[in-house]
């Protein structure tokens, strides 16, 4: 089992920036792939980036520019840092990860940005 907290969600302006954690209960969050998903209201939930083991990343057309995925795995925890935001980047922000067929999810943080 492992368990996953979010923090650093926010209300913030358009233009400003935030930074989100995710800590991973557990001794082995160096082989997880890490995952941040959104859902904003009325839509579906939607991947925004992850970090595989070795640290490569992967982003959202939507974000890609503006958001940066990062781990510590000293910390046992995965960032991410939102820049230049935007309104439509409004939705509670999870964190994720997959393991042996195994799904866990945090419990959400949320992020609203106004115009």
């Known amino acids: 089992q492992v368990q996953l907290v979010e923090s650093g969600g926010g209300l913030v302006q358009a233009g400003g920036s935030l930074r989100l954690s995710c800590a991973a209960s557990?001794?082995?969050?160096?082989?997880?792939?890490m995952n941040w998903y959104r859902q904003a209201p009325g839509k579906q939930r939607e991947l925004v980036a992850n970090i595989t083991p070795g640290g490569i990343t992967n982003y959202a057309d939507s974000v890609n520019g503006r958001f940066t995925i990062s781990r510590d795995n000293a910390k046992n925890t995965v960032y991410l840092q939102m820049n230049n935001l935007k309104p439509e980047d409004t939705a509670v922000y999870y964190c994720n990860l997959r393991w042996f067929g195994f799904e866990y999810w945090g419990q959400g943080t949320q992020v609203t940005v106004s115009s």
């Open positions: 557990g001794n082995s969050f160096s082989h997880y792939t």
